[in-house]
């Protein structure tokens, strides 16, 4: 004589089903024990809301087999292989009226199989295979989450990620140019650091293609220079340019800065590959201005121009802080940059700073945070 | 590029946070931690895993197969991601780490260090180390304070506790493989550790005398050198094996009686006892009895590699025969050794003994060579196994003479057993 339990689903449909079946689930189990529900259709125990009957049938069809006590657990292995090729949404549904229902090894089946479909795969198909918004907000998207970035798929999402940044910046611009101003410093400043400092070994932090293109065509010779000698060529022909630059657009004071401040074999490395820099657009008004007389000839026309750009950003943000500088009273130790092993330059990063915060403090401070590790530590060597 | 898809259509993120966790922590870290770009939900989803794995499959080593020489650079390159890696994910993740598995060969000392005075914070239950460097890792002494650490495993690491050091009172499982600690430092873990239940040790330098103790410990698997073992307090011991790789053995008997008595003598709750390499001339060292003043009633299994001509060994096995009443399964595999002692009619004596293994069920013998003390021992239990029901024969594989005749002999003993199957392997 089998005797049936009665179960009730959150749309009220009700269906009997065999008792051995129906106890395998540890909440069915509870529930017949704790109140005695269940003996009949009019006492039926209602299963939680996660619980549809088309998963409610899966759920059983797994318990069916699984109650038998013969079984091999090869047979068990094969069953559950072809019982989880279920379509992605179904398995979600399954994963969570298991786990309402307490069936932790069907919980732990489905999670497996959930596992398997997000091991390896990159953010984009994971989206698209659970329905996921991309709506993480562009500061979220800055800070450094990943905990190694040399794997490529990782860096073409970062430059996928600093090109999108790049044109909602744009739009930004367009509307509100008060705002843009400290972007454009933020972005100056590291593109400044990285254009001095030439070749960084594959940092994907200094991602704008001005710097990437500058890269390309300085890679080759930075390896050979790199080692033991300074790669005084390289420090010669950056200063060169900076000099060229300033003193085409930047008034004397300028000059003097970038003059008295040559940079020597620049080691500005990141080992820690996994932080964003935010990057700044232009002033599309401002592009107009530029020629591209002065600029390292390897540089293509477009990165010229982007090159340009930046510098000429950089040098008008520097032109209006002069004034600040002088009004601060500190005098300017342009000491030639020590680079240690490790690439902090020390002296560098305090003229800025102090530029900077007269400003905005708090802005100008986060900013350059993001920028590197090596740039963190240059600003708690230098006391900011 | 950035669609808002109608959020009702997300399948996944709204699964409890506890089923979203079993998920993350059947990934591999790297994957895990990626799931933190997905979407505004999926952020810090990864951060309250208690699960973090590190081992050179999370952090893939700059090499493919073990033949790759890797230069100081390419080890340099890697340790520095592989820091980075555990550092970023240590100081992300938020909330208590139960489980802490690195395993890997690149590592700084002072790195792992850090991590440990971290884990020893936030709760560490299971801790894995294997350090597959060149030397040995010692471990900080902040280890010793992970008071809720149930389950340790560590390969390659030396072991000294402070003075003031305890025991984990909630350890369950220790695996010590390749471990330097002193012979007091291990006595002083064992005694303390209360709650340990399973003890596996593999090849411990600077300790040979092994007293161990332990109320709850029911499985022991020791292979390495020793001098000296005992078993003091052990009641719940119900698995042992013991492989014991050094030849330089002593009676730790008293007065005349056998190392077996001395050592296995007080395990009266054995459900399963193996031995290896030199362990059985360990245990026949000294006064061999006819059987043991105790009897196994629980003992189920005996696995044995010994010496068929060693007529010490030989006395040993008997002597375990007769005192396992409800022996179900013997395996004896066969140490070809040169030594050879037993005389030629030692087993026809036995004949004459009241020898009546009345649960036998599965006898496997390997590694033979088709000595007569072999075949004896064959006939000896055929006729004293009423219920056998299989006797399975594994010959050495590099026998070249012709076994027809033994075989034959075999298969015309005199069977207790009616429903007794002899089977043959000639591969092994």
Redesign the interface.
Known sequence: MKSYIWLQTADGSIQQVEEEVAMFCPMIYQEILQTGMGSSKNYAISLPQRVNPAILSLILDYCRFHQVPGRSNKERKSFDEKFIRLETKRLCELTSAADSLQLKPLVDLTSRALARMIEGKTPEEIRETFHLPDDLTEEEKLEPLRNTADDPRIRLLNRLYARKRRELKDKEKLKNVGVEEEHVDERSVDDLLSFINGDNGGNPVSDSKVVKAAKHKKKNRRRKDQPRDSSSNNVNKNHKELDDLSSVRCSGEVDNILVRSPCETSKLKNVSDDTFAPKAELDPATKAELDDSDIDDELDPAMKEELDREVEDFARRLNSDWQEILSLGQEKKLAPISVNGNGSLQRYTSAFVFGWNADNSTIHRSAIAHIGNGFEKMLTQSGC | ?????N?G?????N??D??IE???V??????A???????????YKWATIPELVFDDYS?PPPFFDHNTILTAQDVIIHM??LV???D??LL?HNGLVHKFDLSTRFLNDSFIDSWILFLSRNGIKELTLKYRGEKHYRVPYSFFSCQAITCLKLLCCILEPPFVFKGFSHLKSLNLHSVILSDDVFETIISNCIALERLRVIELYGCTHFKIRGLNLQHLYFQGELTHICFIDAPRLSFVSIFLQNSLLEHVGRGDSCNLVQVLGPLTGLEKLATEGFFIKFLAIGNVPVRLPVTYDRLKSISLVMNFEDLNETLVMLCLLQSSPNLHELEIVHDDADFADLEEDFWKAQGQLDCSMNHLRVVRVSDIVWLQPELQFMKFVLANSPVLEILSVIRKSDIIFDETKMMEELLRFERASSIAEIVYNPNL
């Open positions: 590029m950035e669609m808002r898809l959020p259509s997300d399948i996944i993120s699964l409890p506890h089923v079993t998920i993350l059947h990934l591999p870290i790297r994957d931690v990626r799931t933190s770009v997905l979407s505004h939900k999926w952020r952090i520095h991601k980075n890696s555990i970023r994910v992300l």
